[in-house]
């Protein structure tokens, strides 16, 4: 990470399921560590841990590239393949095949901003490593953005590092936690994002290259390298890319962003840090139905959101949210219906003897066995976002919960005017 004789004590992660007196054992010999490296001499520590390498140890461990992300540039190369294998080997890609990104390439990608080259944006989490137009610029060819996307990811690079986001929190984690970028506005449509059909799927150059793009930052820029900082236990596909626009064509209600105090004519990027997708389907049409069926499938035993609380998300296709504002629901009233409804038994809790969740959430009476937990703390904490196609299925996208807040920012101009077009941003005098 840049601090090689650093002294470090670390915690093993084996830490997990052992007992209280397990626990308090490995904690004593952590302490005599750290009292270790306190009383020794300073030129003593710095050669003694100098000559450790812990990141390459778990690399080597886990197979992974062992050459940590430089400054180097790429001025050429004819041959991808070659270009992939030199990037892999220093641990700078996804895994998947990259477009090696040249130096008239990122120029290219740098038409599209009035920022400067080597302006910081914000500094990217757990690293702090500085997110410059650049560097968006070189992770942005890699993962095969066309230039005219860069306004979207600078927005969104500007809401990761949001310390209300808290991308710290989603880098290094055990968690499969993945940023999800909804885009609204205009710029859907003008840069085709997909918002209908397979939007959270395959086959849309936007969606995929967009956040795609954002993984290779969190990776090269962030630090959050698989198995080192990243200690997701299983990972996620989402942690490739997870891109959608809103469907607000089809939506009966007013966008997304406006709903978070934008104006309608503005594009904008919303990132919610999402642990997975959970599907359901509602056969009959009705909207009574619909409301039913999504409050049982968000009431999720053990979710991040039952323990943490913080925000959780309904996507509804827009036949089920045309359905459901027939009735005479509001965005406003889904949430308060999912708030009332969506929850879990304190019974079942206090059965299965789960004390941990009142230590987090301890404003349920919990001395009423009979009583229910919300999924979420209050009713604005619910995010109703209108995705898909008219059809039977809906889902839940439960969240890393209160650790993290969804940050949502426009595609504007550096001095903070919102942009009508991406292509605004090419000629205006940087």
């Known amino acids: 990470m840049g601090v090689p004789s650093l002294p470090i004590v670390s915690i093993p992660h084996e830490l997990f399921g052992l007992s209280d007196k397990q626990i308090e054992e490995a904690a004593d010999k952590l302490i005599d560590e750290i009292v270790r490296v306190l009383t020794t001499p300073r030129e003593k520590l710095i050669e003694e841990f100098r000559s450790k390498n812990n990141i390459e140890e778990v690399e080597q461990k886990l197979s992974r590239p062992r050459v940590m992300p430089t400054q180097e540039k790429v001025k050429s190369r004819a041959n991808a393949r070659e270009a992939t294998a030199a990037f892999y080997e ?5 895994g998947l095949p990259i477009i090696p990104p040249t130096e008239e390439l990122v120029e290219e990608m740098l038409q599209f901003t009035d920022r400067k080259r080597d302006e910081t944006i914000v500094k990217l989490a757990p690293r702090w490593g500085k997110a410059t137009p650049e560097k968006i610029a070189v992770n942005a060819v890699m993962a095969g953005c066309l230039p005219e996307y860069m306004p979207v990811l600078v927005a969104a690079v500007e809401a990761l590092g949001d310390p209300q986001f808290n991308l710290f929190a989603l880098q290094a984690t055990t968690n499969p936690v993945a940023p999800l970028l909804i885009v609204n506005g205009p710029v859907r449509n003008e840069l085709k994002v997909n918002y209908s059909f397979g939007a959270f799927g395959p086959g849309w150059q936007a969606n995929a290259t967009l956040g795609r793009a954002i993984r290779l930052m969190l990776v090269n820029i962030g ?5 080192t900082t990243d200690k997701a236990i299983h990972g996620h596909p989402a942690k490739f890319t997870f891109c959608a626009g809103e469907n607000e064509e089809e939506s009966p209600w007013e966008p997304l962003h406006v709903s978070r105090g934008l104006k309608k004519e503005v594009s904008a990027v919303t990132v919610v840090g999402v642990q997975a997708e959970h599907n359901f389907v509602v056969w009959d049409g009705t909207g009574e139905s619909f409301l039913s069926v999504a409050a049982n499938a968000m009431s999720a035993f053990a979710t991040n959101n039952a323990f943490h609380a913080g925000t959780a998300v309904l996507v509804m296709n827009p036949g089920h949210a045309q359905i459901v504002s ?8 889904v949430q308060k219906y999912m708030y009332d409804n969506a929850h879990i038994s304190l019974g079942d809790l206090h059965r299965l003897e789960v004390p941990h969740y009142q230590l987090r959430r301890p404003k349920f009476g919990w001395d009423v066995h009979d009583a229910f937990m ?11 976002v209108v995705i898909g196609a008219v059809g039977a299925h809906g889902q839940f996208l439960p969240t890393f919960g209160d650790p993290t807040i969804p940050v949502t920012r426009p595609i504007a101009f550096k001095d903070g005017t919102p942009a009508a077009s991406v292509y605004d941003f090419k000629n205006r005098k940087k």
């Open 90 to 94: 220093r641990g700078w890609t996804d």
């Open 326 to 333: 027939r009735l005479g629901y509001s965005r406003a009233d």
């Open 374 to 384: 919300s999924i979420t703390d209050k009713p604005d904490d619910i995010m109703v």
């Open 223 to 227: 630090g959050g390298m698989p198995g």
